[in-house]
C-alpha cells in the first residue's frame, strides 16, 4: 500500500504579530430626533439599556436623580440603566433632541460606563465635545424617510463604534482625573466586577441573599483576597458594595428579558433560576414597583430592536 505524501511548507515562518480573536454584541434601541415644546413634561422614569441624549437646539429642565439642571444647546447626557430622570418642562418654545439607547454584553466597557457616576455634560466638556461628530454622522440617517439600505446600516454601524471608542477614551481619561485611587486597587474591583457580570450573564444564580451572599465570598476567594478587603476595593472604586452591584445587575438583566424577548414570564424566571414564578413576581415587584407584566407593557417600551451589531 503506498503512503500518502505529507505536505510541508516550503517556507519559515520568520515572524507573526497577530490581534486576539474579538467579538462583542450592541443592542440599539429608540433611536430618534424629536422636535419638543416647552410644556414637554414626563414623570420620573428609568429604562433598561443606557441613555444617550444630546440637545441639538434649544434647551430643557431636567432632574437626574433629584439633582435638577438645564440642558442646553450641545450638552450631552449619559444615563446609566436604572437612573431615575424627569422632564421638568419649561424650556425653549421649541427644542431637539437626539436620543439614542443601547446596551451591550462587553464587560471591559460595561465596567467604565458603570464606574463613571456624572450624568451631565455640558458643551463645552471634553465628553461632550469628542462625542459629538459622531452623533453628527448618524443624524442624516435617522432623518432619512426611506429605509436604511444595507450599506446605510454599515456606515451607520461605523459612526455607531466611533461614539462608543469616544466614549472609551474620555470616560477613561474622567476616571483617572476624578478617582486617586491606586492601579491595583482599579484592577482587583475590575476582576471582581467581570466575574460577578460572567456569573450573572451565564445565569447560574438564584436569587437569595445568602446565595449572593457566598457567591462574593466565592469571587473572593478564588482572588485570594478576603471578602473584607474585596467589599473595601470594590466600594472605592464603583461606590457600592458587590452585593448590591450583583443585585443590580440581576435586577436589570430581568428587565432585559422582560423588554427585548417575547418570552414568557414562567420562562424568564426560570431562566433566571426561580422555581416558582410567584417568588420572582414577587421580588420583581420589590425591586421596581411593578409587577412583570406591568413592567413589560409600561414605559421604556421601544418596541422593537432597530439594530443588532454582533
Not at 172 to 198: C, N, Q, V, Y
Not at 270 to 278: G, I, K, P, T
Request: with cysteine; hydrophobic share 40%; aromatic share 10%.
Amino acid at each position: 500500500m503506498s503512503k500518502k505524501p505529507v505536505f510541508r511548507h516550503a517556507w519559515s515562518l520568520l515572524e507573526e504579530k497577530r490581534l486576539p480573536n474579538m467579538g462583542m454584541k450592541f443592542w440599539l434601541q429608540g433611536i430618534r430626533i424629536q422636535r419638543l415644546g416647552a410644556n414637554r413634561v414626563y414623570p420620573a422614569h428609568e429604562h433598561v439599556q443606557f441613555e444617550i441624549n444630546l440637545m441639538l437646539a434649544g434647551h430643557q429642565r431636567i432632574a437626574v436623580e433629584g439633582q435638577t439642571y438645564t440642558q442646553n444647546t450641545g450638552d450631552l447626557l449619559v444615563i446609566r440603566p436604572g437612573t431615575s430622570h424627569t422632564f421638568l418642562g419649561g424650556g425653549s418654545p421649541e427644542y431637539t433632541l437626539f436620543f439614542l439607547h443601547f446596551d451591550t454584553d462587553d464587560e471591559k466597557f460595561l465596567s467604565l460606563l458603570r464606574e463613571v457616576r456624572q450624568s451631565v455634560f455640558p458643551a463645552d466638556t471634553t465628553v461632550a465635545r469628542k462625542v459629538r461628530p459622531a452623533i453628527d454622522r448618524m443624524i442624516p440617517f435617522v432623518e432619512r424617510e426611506k429605509p436604511l439600505t444595507v450599506a446605510d446600516q454599515m456606515r451607520f454601524h461605523s459612526a455607531m463604534f466611533e461614539l462608543f471608542a469616544s466614549l472609551s477614551d474620555t470616560f477613561s481619561e474622567l476616571r483617572k482625573s476624578t478617582r486617586a485611587i491606586d492601579p491595583h486597587t482599579i484592577e482587583i474591583a475590575g476582576r471582581i466586577a467581570e466575574k460577578i457580570t460572567a456569573t450573572v450573564k451565564r445565569q447560574t444564580f438564584a436569587h437569595t441573599s445568602e446565595f449572593i451572599r457566598k457567591g462574593i465570598d466565592d469571587i473572593a476567594s478564588e482572588l485570594n483576597i478576603s471578602p473584607s478587603y474585596c467589599n473595601k476595593m470594590f466600594r472605592l472604586v464603583h461606590g457600592m458594595s458587590p452585593r448590591q452591584y450583583m443585585s443590580d445587575l440581576i435586577l436589570n438583566e430581568a428587565k432585559r428579558m422582560l423588554k427585548q424577548t417575547n418570552m414568557q414570564i414562567e420562562h424568564i424566571a426560570r431562566l433566571l433560576c426561580y422555581n416558582d414564578v410567584a417568588h420572582f413576581s414577587q421580588q420583581f415587584k420589590r425591586w421596581t414597583g411593578l409587577s412583570p407584566s406591568k413592567f413589560r407593557a409600561g414605559e421604556g417600551a421601544f418596541g422593537k430592536t432597530l439594530h443588532q451589531v454582533k
